[in-house]
């Protein structure tokens, strides 16, 4: 089954796409995606696509910071799991943060992240983050 990923599209624009993570254990978590169809390395990434690349960084730290107030950001581009161009966009915070009732605890604060799988994000909280992420862009 094919899933639809428009529906975490937070904003386009002409080389990379910002999408919301759906597991939202580290609040405010998206993806950078690269457009380009060959795009398979961050030091194949063409002039313009590094430009742009920053500018969006910059202007999702920035709506990220207005937000939720993380204390701290890791930006990841691996590529272990899916071969193309993308970068995690991970706030990290030192205590924990209440959001819609939820307790987000960053439980590997001072160390590298690592994805609770286990955590479970309802839908209404990571297309509350979405829009609201979207609306600060």
Not at 54 to 64: C, D, P, Q, T
Request: charged share 25%.
């Amino acid at each position: 089954m094919e899933i639809d990923y428009s529906k975490y599209l937070i904003k386009d624009y002409k080389y990379w796409s910002v999408q919301i993570f759906s597991n939202q254990s580290y609040l405010g978590r998206c993806i950078i995606w690269c457009k380009r169809e060959d795009a398979l390395d961050l030091t194949q990434a063409t002039k313009e696509e590094r430009e742009e690349l920053f500018m969006i960084m910059n202007k999702l730290k920035e709506a990220v910071t207005k937000l939720f107030q993380p204390d701290w950001f890791n930006y990841a581009f691996l590529g272990n799991e899916t071969r193309h161009l993308h970068g995690h966009f991970i706030p990290r915070y030192s205590q924990s943060k209440e959001f819609m009732g939820i307790t987000f605890k960053d439980e590997r604060w001072g160390h590298n992240y690592k994805t609770d799988h286990d955590f479970v994000t309802p839908d209404i909280v990571w297309t509350t983050v979405l829009s609201q992420i979207k609306n600060n862009l």
